[in-house]
């Protein structure tokens, strides 16, 4: 070997060493937008906004790049950016990514106060240098920062509603009350309401519990619908004697209702909370929920 071309591959593995030492692992700062989309009955497109930081002194660029996504050790689906990669230096840029994933991957359920690490793989160009860097970004994901986006404009606390609220029947020591909510389905995909708990209590500071019921078996809500769901509660009159007696002299009666409902999509739990006060005529039986 020439003493020149000898020299030059020594300075060239000198700096293909010297710059994979100094290499940093690109770092995903945030998810700022999701959205799925049900291709057929066994997957999901889920098209994401990631902010990305590159803490290297130079750019990372790649075209055709594609991730192999893992939550732990758990492979779900393969990861591609709608457009070339380009990372600047010591900055945070905005990639838009579509991962395929395929339902059934997921084994157990996700709340919202789950935190996962997540996995991804891929390769990148340097900038004057005849080699690709494999790289791998791994990052704790709260559940939460993952599904928000998602249900920001398709599960609001509005699409979860009481529709009406009857007195059935009143015994001496009980009365049966139908809770009636509407649940609306603005995604392109069916869910499954698996709990859902409504209490009474007598006392704004919900407090003083009086009467509960319980969803005796999940409900499906097909995609881009409504379902009715009632729900019978029976008030123990003698747990609210005193204060029953108290507001029927003045013709009204007050009680409050909390909602507790469990949705469910592949796997992913979502909990919902709705407060609502009650107000009750026994002479003309008018029933305002506000």
Avoid at 42 to 56: C, E, Y
Avoid at 83 to 94: A, F, G, H, Q, W
Avoid at 178 to 190: G, V
Avoid at 231 to 243: A, E
Wanted: glycine share 2%; charged share 25%.
């Amino acid at each position: 070997m020439r003493p020149i071309l000898k020299y030059f591959v020594i300075i060239i593995s000198a700096l293909c060493i010297l710059a994979c030492a100094s290499l940093k692992e690109p770092e995903i700062v945030s998810i700022d937008y999701v959205s799925l989309e049900k291709t057929d009955d066994h997957t999901f497109n889920i098209f994401t906004k990631l902010s990305i930081f590159n803490p290297n002194n130079f750019n990372l660029k790649s075209d055709d790049l594609k991730l192999d996504i893992y939550l732990d050790s758990l492979f779900i689906g393969e990861l591609t950016l709608m457009e070339d990669l380009s990372l600047k230096k010591r900055d945070t840029s905005i990639i838009n990514t579509k991962l395929i994933h395929y339902a059934g991957l997921m084994t157990h359920p996700l709340s919202l106060t789950d935190v996962i690490n997540l996995h991804a793989r891929g390769t990148a160009d340097i900038p004057y240098l005849p080699f690709k860097y494999n790289f791998e970004i791994n990052h704790q994901l709260k559940i939460s920062d993952f599904i928000n986006p998602l249900l920001q404009d398709n599960l609001k606390e509005s699409d979860v509603q009481f529709r009406s609220i009857k007195i059935e029947n009143i015994k001496l020591s009980q009365v049966d009350i139908a809770a009636a909510l509407t649940f609306k389905n603005n995604f392109d995909f069916d869910y499954t309401i698996e709990q859902l708990d409504i209490s009474i209590f007598d006392s704004k500071k919900y407090n003083n519990l009086v009467g509960k019921s319980t969803l005796e078996k999940p409900i499906n809500v097909p995609k881009t619908n409504e379902v009715d769901v009632t729900s019978s509660v029976s008030l123990n009159t003698l747990n609210v004697g005193k204060s029953l007696i108290k507001n029927l002299l003045n013709k009204s009666y007050s009680f409050y209702l909390k909602a507790e409902a469990l949705i469910v999509f592949n796997k992913f739990k979502i909990p919902i909370t709705l407060y609502k006060q009650v107000d009750y005529n026994p002479l003309s039986q008018e029933i305002k929920i506000r």
